[in-house]
């Protein structure tokens, strides 16, 4: 479908992009945020949503049932729905998919000269084994997920020259999980500038749309932004006065290029030194006592042994434990403190939860920041694997994490 021109160029000053894939088990709750984003855009003219929602409901009777899988096409501005589109129910984990709804969302922002475009990734997510699951249990690893955006990027630039210098300024993740140095590695090579998501997982409908809003109001102050999104985030609450919020803990993160190059250098230093220093079989105790004293995400009652992500552990956490023991030598220690310290300066702002009651009241007040996979043994490296895999990716390759994990396992 061609992008419409829906207002005079100039009009709006956020395109946000919404790709909500609801052919799975989240179908009707996560619903909601398309109603949010009609009242959002209703109460903010500034708003422009390009939708793709691959759904089974209808209304019928002034109830919502469950129908026939299809794929609904639409954009949403001042509160109405235009351009409505339905077809065949199309593959939202497929990468051409996605890559061609970022284009059309750009397409879209320059017909209405947004000054930022944003793209809200609805569905189960994994972390670093990827996202935006199908009916069939088939989801898109997280490079790919990268990979679509910045494919997308590119289809806009080749089909308008004129604006070929648009790109996708922010990642809002309302999936699981998605908060992850490896996420993050992977769209700022992207060219993506902002990450909001969450280290754990998110409860549905989960992320509610009016971060829209929170983002169109401060485009010109990212540290605005970021607290205005998380602070809207951790204080949304669904389901009546002894209902839940939405996520245990929620981060928006700096992409910049310099940034992660700062703290994936500190990291692959700190791990070349740790897997040397661990031949020593006192020295690999501690370090394993460090790490494991961290917990590792998926922290709810339902959670099986054989989740991987026990083996996500909130990163500048993690380095801080080791930075604190004294045992260790203080080369080592100096180099934990520096990988906290740069992952750190990638924050923009973050919340968390001391006690979290959809999941049994767990802590999350260590959970500041995005999480790095560090397993402490070989069934938690990817249990998953192949069909889904946490360490296949350019992140884990490049900062030697693989040779910790072989030196602590």
């Known amino acids: 479908m061609q992008p419409v021109t829906l207002t005079a160029p100039g009009s709006r000053t956020l395109e946000f992009g919404i790709y909500r894939d609801g052919d799975n088990n989240l179908d009707a709750s996560q619903a909601v945020t398309l109603a949010q984003a009609l009242r959002t855009s209703a109460s903010d003219p500034n708003i422009q949503f390009t939708v793709e929602d691959t759904t089974g409901l209808r209304i019928a009777g002034g109830d919502i049932v469950e129908g026939r899988t299809r794929t609904d096409s639409f954009t949403i501005a001042d509160g109405t729905v235009h351009d409505a589109h339905i077809g065949r129910a199309q593959n939202m984990a497929r ?31 994994g972390g670093d084994g990827g996202g935006l699951e199908t009916h069939t249990g088939a989801v898109m690893s997280m490079p790919n997920m990268a990979k679509a955006i910045a494919d997308g990027v590119a289809l806009h630039a080749r089909a308008h020259p004129e604006d070929a210098g648009r790109g996708v300024d922010g990642i809002v993740a309302n999936q699981c999980l998605m908060d992850t140095m490896g996420f993050a590695d992977a769209l700022s090579h992207a060219g993506v500038k902002y990450l909001a998501a969450s280290p754990e997982t998110m409860v549905s409908p989960g992320v509610p749309s009016g971060v829209a809003h929170d983002i169109a109001a401060h485009l010109d102050d990212p540290g605005a932004m970021a607290h205005a999104v998380t602070t809207d985030v951790m204080r949304t609450h669904y389901g009546g006065p002894h209902g839940f919020g939405p996520a245990a803990a929620f981060d928006v993160l700096d992409l910049a290029p310099q940034k992660l190059a700062r703290a994936e250098d500190a990291i692959k230093t700190f791990n070349d030194s740790a897997s040397h220093a661990a031949g020593d079989p006192a020295l690999r105790a501690r370090l394993r006592h460090d790490i494991g004293s961290v917990q590792g995400m998926v922290r709810f009652h339902d959670a099986t042994p054989d989740m ?44 968390e939860s001391a006690r979290f009651a959809p999941f049994d009241g767990s802590n999350y007040r260590d959970a500041v920041g995005p999480t790095i996979h560090a397993p402490l043994s070989t069934r938690e490296r990817d249990p998953w694997a192949p069909a889904i895999s946490e360490t296949h ?17």
């Open 95 to 125: 990468e051409s998919n996605l890559a061609t709804f970022v284009a059309r969302t750009l397409d879209n922002a320059e017909a209405t000269g947004a000054k930022q475009t944003w793209i809200d990734l609805v569905d189960h997510g």
């Open 308 to 351: 991987p992500w026990h083996a996500d552990r909130p990163a500048i956490a993690m380095y801080r434990a080791v930075a604190s023991d004294a045992a260790l030598d203080p080369a080592l220690r100096r180099e934990a403190s520096n990988a906290a310290d740069a992952i750190g300066g990638m924050l923009l702002a973050h919340r």
């Open 393 to 409: 990716n350019a992140f884990y390759v490049a900062t030697d994490q693989a040779s910790l994990a072989d030196a602590l396992a």
